[in-house]
């Protein structure tokens, strides 16, 4: 793992968000996109070598909408940024960790993202990043 890319944070508001993270920060998001493959709407933040992932779902059955309605807004994920996302996930299927999408799926800002569960990692679950050619 080569550093923590991005922190995710589920939100009912990414408007309300964003002016709260704007104030927190001192400065402006960089970039809002909508992954509608994951059903959210993103907002990014940088943060020295690492970003601040806002989230609000997009569609009802959203992993977002589901994880608000359990245990409300807050940290949803941490995703590390991987150099070669294949072999990650071919070592650490070999550890243990299960693996949601063996098969890298497109992420925001320009990533290749692959899932574990957080039944495997401490009840957090973790994102694999690779930057896209
Ligand atoms: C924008 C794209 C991308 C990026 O480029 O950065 C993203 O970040 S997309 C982010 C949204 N996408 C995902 O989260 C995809 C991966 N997630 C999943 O596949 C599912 O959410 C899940 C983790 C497998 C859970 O799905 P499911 O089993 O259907 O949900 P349940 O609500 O039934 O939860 C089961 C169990 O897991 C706990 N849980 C759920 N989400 C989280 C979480 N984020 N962190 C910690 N724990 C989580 C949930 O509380 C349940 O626990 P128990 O009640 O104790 O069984
Ligand atoms: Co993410």
Redesign the pocket.
């Known amino acids: 793992m080569n550093k923590i890319e ?1 922190i ?1 944070i589920a939100v009912k508001d990414i408007n309300a968000a964003n002016k709260i993270y704007q104030k927190l920060l001192g400065y402006e998001h960089y970039k809002t996109e909508e ?1 509608a493959s ?1 059903g ?1 709407k ?1 907002s990014f933040f940088t943060c020295g070598e690492s970003k601040i ?1 806002l ?1 609000e779902a997009s569609t009802k059955d ?3 909408a ?2 608000i309605d ?2 409300g807004e807050g940290v ?2 941490i ?1 590390f940024s991987v150099s070669d996302i294949r072999a990650e996930v071919r070592r650490l299927k070999k550890e243990g960790f299960v693996v ?1 999408n063996e098969e890298p799926k497109k ?3 320009n ?1 290749w ?1 692959v ?1 574990l ?3 495997s990692s401490n ?3 973790v ?1 694999l ?1 690779q930057e896209r050619e």
């Open positions: 991005h995710g992954v994951e959210v993103t992932e989230l959203s992993p977002i589901k994880f359990k245990k949803h994920h995703a949601l992420g925001a800002d990533k993202v899932f569960h957080p039944k009840g957090v679950l994102e990043c």
